[in-house]
T-cell receptor, first 112, second 118 residues
């Protein structure tokens, strides 16, 4: 059973601080890794994608991938109240299969 | 980025009626589309994988005769909830991926359809 695990939270972070979200996956052969943000009552939207080990930065967001440890994380710098949402980690275990394996999501609350 | 449009965004129907939800990829061809269901405060649950021109593949526990999926073209997939009951009330979300050379693994989501069955 291929699994993706996240801490459900809620994770409470003061405004302006760094929010750190973590995700582990079970399939060592996984190829692609994604972070989606979902506001309450809305559909998910892609925040970051990462395909190789190391860090990938996009504005205030940094995705980190460590395939040896089967671990992917998302850092949000200078957290804003508008970042309050549920963050979903998704993993594609195979380049030949378009289906993603989803984590349950971490609820992030940014306190003003 | 690729755009997926879903319609209607909200629908309220009486128990026993059928409801059709449309999912369109606006600026790309989507060989594969996915239909998800999400109950309040829960994560996404994959219902079925829809491939253009062939029968959908349903996840375990999802009734294929109740949730009819049609993917007749590379830009349109439909989900029909037949004989809807209050327990079918949920947030239904479609997603699509770019296939072939454009494939990156990313899923692009529609806006979602909130179904309320009275």
């Amino acid at each position: 059973q291929k699994e993706v695990e996240q801490n459900s939270g809620p994770l409470s972070v003061p405004e302006g601080a760094i929010a750190s979200l973590n995700c582990t996956y079970s399939d060592r052969g996984s190829q692609s890794f994604f972070w989606y943000r979902q506001y309450s009552g809305k559909s998910p939207e892609l925040i970051m994608s990462i395909y190789s080990n190391g860090d990938k930065e996009d504005g205030r967001f940094t995705a980190q991938l460590n395939k040896a440890s089967q671990y992917v994380s998302l850092l949000i710098r200078d957290s804003q109240p508008s970042d309050s949402a549920t963050y979903l980690c998704a993993v594609n275990p195979s380049a030949s299969n378009y289906q993603l394996i989803w984590g349950a999501g971490t609820k992030l609350i940014i306190k003003p | 980025g690729a755009v997926v449009s879903q319609h209607p965004s909200r629908v309220i129907c009486k128990s026993g009626t059928s409801v059709k939800i449309e999912c369109r990829s606006l600026d790309f061809q989507a060989t594969t589309m996915f239909w998800y269901r999400q109950f309040p405060k829960q994560s996404l649950m994959l219902m079925a994988t829809s491939n253009e021109g062939s029968k959908a593949t349903y996840e375990q526990g999802v009734e294929k005769d109740k949730f009819l999926i049609n993917h007749a073209s590379l830009t349109l997939s439909t989900l029909t909830v037949t004989s809807a009951h209050p327990e079918d009330s949920s947030f239904y979300i479609c997603s699509a991926t770019q296939s072939g050379n454009a494939y990156t693994g990313e899923l692009f989501f529609g806006e979602g359809s909130r179904l309320t069955v009275l």
